[in-house]
């Protein structure tokens, strides 16, 4: 696919104190793609990303953007103050006072209208994902950024999202980078794969599941629909301190 | 005779309650920006560092409140410069910071024996002994610090709702923060002469506190901190005016009594 760059990680390392957190990384993220990252706790996806968003800087490597790039993002959860007053219409108006229509809007595209005048302190899990990625959309982005969105969200919480992002990438024409937090499932629309662990360990595009009779008996035909399994081809392995051990190694083990 | 007499004390009270009420009005915004980012520790830090300001200024011969406002101005830099190298100050750092630049300032003061300054004035405020030139500084601070939370409320917000999520978006957090310590290191040079500073904290934090059990929005609970701290100051004049005790002290009860009232009063809904 010649889609073009939409920003590039170039040789990003990230040391914090004496542990490598990322190792050479390159990753070049495409326009009009849905690319998702995997890998254990600990690879270093979340510091990637925020690598990415420029929340951190790198040790080593550059990130480029293309210019005005607009980015949307969905951080896994954000703690905000008990003593603030806010409710989910202020949470998204602040600061670019955006007009109580398109809020409404928003809302409406991620399923959570009702949400409007809600405390932002009392929403649950949930329901304060939903108006973070409202407040991604807000942006009207080039380019989602989304951090393990299903995590802690049982099979229907995870087909609804997926279902969404699917078609709000295809609604809006945006890119979408989204880390998951399984090793193997991925969201179906996903176009290319990334495996992570300090250094990226093998990358390719999943296969569908929808059609797979062991699947649809395992979730339901629905929920099958929505993931994409993705075999992992590495040819090396990691040992307990995440150190690579070159070598043969089974296709879809992780170290 | 009585008559002259009364109306020169009519005009310092009048001074006082304007003074007081000014700073009042700028507390309650601050106030409620040091509550949400839990920066209570920090505001005394830089109040308890006027002091040195003071015997810094009466060292090299500057204007007292400029002195302070430049000594407040260098301690927040540095806070925030700690802060972005991701060394945050813990409460042990702030206090022995806040500490021992109120002792560094007062042991300059007592070498310099050729000068007299009344500590107990800055320590706790000497409201009713305001001039109109303090008045008219006074005044004028408040409006520009008024005027520069109403242009700044919206990036200052987003900041202390979500730091990543506002820098994400596009606002340079280190510099709002940055301009938010400065603001807050003004209001404590120019609220020094009223509460002074063991208590400038207090009037900064206590209105805000009780306002956030009345309001529903950022905006609302700075305007009702806004309110509580005149009312507060109001009530501390009168006690102060009444029964002759310190200016700074009363009006940090006064607000006391504001706070517990409120809390008092059963809550309806958030």
């Known amino acids: 696919m010649a889609h073009a760059d939409l920003a590039r990680l170039e040789n990003i390392s990230v040391?914090?104190?004496?542990?490598?957190?990322?190792?050479?990384?390159?990753?070049?993220?495409?326009?009009?793609?849905?690319?998702?990252?995997?890998?254990?706790?600990?690879?270093?996806?979340?510091?990637?990303?925020?690598?990415?968003?420029?929340?951190?800087?790198p040790t080593e490597g550059k990130v480029w953007t293309r210019p005005n790039l607009r980015i949307g993002y969905m951080p896994q959860k954000i703690q905000i103050d008990r003593t603030l007053p806010l409710n989910v219409k202020h949470f998204l108006q602040t600061p670019h006072g955006y007009s109580r229509t398109e809020i409404e809007a928003a809302l409406v595209d991620v399923g959570a209208s009702h949400l409007l005048n809600y405390s932002i302190h009392d929403l649950s899990g949930g329901e304060m994902q939903r108006a973070l990625l409202a407040r991604a959309l807000l942006r009207k982005p080039d380019l989602l950024v989304l951090d393990e969105p299903v995590q802690g969200v049982d099979i229907?919480?995870?087909?609804?999202?997926?279902?969404?992002?699917?078609?709000?990438?295809?609604?809006?024409?945006?890119?979408?980078?989204?880390?998951?937090?399984?090793?193997?499932l991925v969201m179906a629309s996903t176009d290319h794969v990334i495996c992570l662990n300090t250094h990226v360990c093998c990358s390719g595009h999943p296969e569908t599941v929808s059609a797979d009779p062991a699947y649809i008996e395992l979730?339901?035909?629905?929920?099958?629909?929505?993931?994409?399994?993705?075999?992992?081809?590495?040819n090396h392995s990691h040992d307990l301190h995440g150190d690579v051990v070159h070598g043969d190694c089974c296709g879809d083990e992780h170290g | 005779m009585a008559t002259v007499v009364e109306m020169s004390m009519a005009d310092f009270l009048l001074y006082a309650l304007l003074a007081g009420v000014a700073v009042a009005l700028v507390?309650?915004?601050?106030?409620?920006?040091?509550?949400?980012?839990?920066?209570?520790?920090f505001g005394d830090t830089l109040a308890h560092s006027a002091l040195l300001g003071i015997s810094l200024g009466v060292l090299f011969d500057i204007n007292l409140n400029l002195a302070v406002v430049l000594c407040c101005v260098a301690l927040a830099v540095g806070l925030v410069a700690m802060q972005r190298q991701q060394w945050v100050p813990?409460?042990?750092?702030?206090?022995?910071?806040?500490?021992?630049?109120?002792?560094?300032?007062?042991?300059?003061?007592?070498?310099?024996?050729?000068?007299?300054?009344?500590?107990?004035?800055?320590?706790?405020?000497?409201?009713?002994?305001?001039?109109?030139?303090?008045?008219?500084?006074?005044?004028l601070g408040a409006v520009t610090v008024l005027l520069m939370i109403y242009w700044l409320w919206q990036p200052l917000l987003a900041i202390t709702i979500n730091e990543e999520l506002a820098q994400v978006e596009g606002i340079s957090v280190a510099r709002y923060r940055l301009a938010l310590m400065l603001l807050i290191a003004m209001v404590i040079a120019?609220?020094?002469?009223?509460?002074?500073?063991?208590?400038?904290?207090?009037?900064?934090?206590?209105?805000?506190?009780?306002?956030?059990?009345?309001?529903?929005?950022?905006?609302?609970?700075?305007?009702?901190?806004?309110?509580?701290?005149?009312?507060?100051?109001?009530?501390?004049?009168?006690?102060?005016?009444?029964?002759?005790?310190?200016?700074?002290?009363?009006?940090?009860?006064?607000?006391?009594?504001?706070f517990i009232l409120i809390f008092a009063t059963p809550r309806r809904s958030r």
Not at chain 1, 157 to 178: A, D, F, N, P, W
Not at chain 2, 27 to 41: D, E, I, Q, T
Not at chain 2, 120 to 132: E, M, S
């Open chain 1, 15 to 57: 040391k914090v104190g004496n542990k490598q957190i990322l190792s050479s990384i390159n990753l070049p993220l495409h326009d009009d793609c849905i690319t998702t990252l995997i890998g254990p706790n600990g690879a270093g996806k979340s510091t990637l990303v925020k690598v990415l968003l420029r929340l951190m800087k």
């Open chain 1, 156 to 184: 229907n919480g995870q087909t609804e999202l997926y279902k969404l992002i699917t078609e709000i990438r295809k609604r809006r024409r945006c890119s979408v980078l989204m880390i998951s937090h399984d090793l193997h």
């Open chain 1, 219 to 234: 979730f339901g035909a629905s929920h099958a629909a929505t993931l994409a399994l993705y075999n992992h081809h590495h």
């Open chain 2, 27 to 41: 507390s309650g915004p601050l106030g409620a920006f040091v509550v949400w980012r839990r920066m209570a520790y």
């Open chain 2, 90 to 139: 813990t409460d042990t750092l702030l206090g022995i910071m806040a500490h021992s630049s109120l002792s560094l300032g007062l042991v300059a003061v007592s070498l310099l024996d050729n000068v007299r300054i009344d500590l107990q004035a800055y320590l706790f405020g000497d409201l009713l002994a305001i001039t109109p030139e303090d008045l008219q500084w006074i005044l």
């Open chain 2, 190 to 258: 120019g609220a020094m002469k009223l509460v002074g500073v063991l208590l400038i904290t207090a009037l900064m934090i206590m209105p805000a506190a009780a306002a956030r059990r009345l309001a529903n929005t950022p905006e609302q609970m700075a305007i009702f901190a806004s309110l509580l701290g005149t009312l507060a100051v109001c009530g501390g004049i009168a006690l102060s005016w009444l029964i002759d005790t310190p200016a700074g002290p009363s009006v940090v009860v006064s607000a006391l009594a504001i």
